[in-house]
């Protein structure tokens, strides 16, 4: 399985950005999505997490309400539309996946995640 991520760049405050994971390989296989982003020198973070089975989404605390994801399964891409910025949104966002039907407190853990696509900046300016 191979993940490209893509859709990051600059935006301002209050602005939006969609950001886009294709999956290519076995993705018949894959039961759970993830968005994780990171700043440099602190830990990968949850943001959002789509999981196959009752297509259910969950989302950090602090993307609620303005970031949703999404899945296109004819394309094998997941989405994460992001609305309402804020500059602390800033961050390289990597796009995860795996073939664990994972429960609900799992999907948060980024080590429960097999595969990765490289990171897509987003900057957030003020």
């Known amino acids: 399985v191979q993940l490209q991520a893509s859709g990051g760049g600059l935006v301002q405050v209050g602005g939006s950005l969609r950001l886009s994971c294709a999956a290519s390989g076995r993705t018949d296989s894959l039961y759970t999505v993830g968005w994780f982003r990171q700043t440099p020198g602190n830990a990968r973070e949850f943001v959002a997490a789509f999981r196959r089975s009752g297509s259910m989404t969950h989302y950090a605390t602090s993307v609620k309400g303005r970031f949703t994801i999404s899945r296109d399964s004819a394309k094998n891409t997941v989405t994460l539309q992001m609305n309402s910025l804020k500059s602390e949104d800033t961050a390289a966002y990597y796009c995860?996946?795996?073939?664990?039907?994972?429960?609900?407190?799992?999907?948060?853990?980024?080590?429960?995640?097999?595969?990765w696509g490289q990171g897509t900046q987003v900057t957030v300016s003020s």
């Open positions: 995860a996946a795996s073939r664990s039907r994972m429960i609900q407190s799992s999907v948060s853990v980024d080590s429960m995640y097999e595969f």
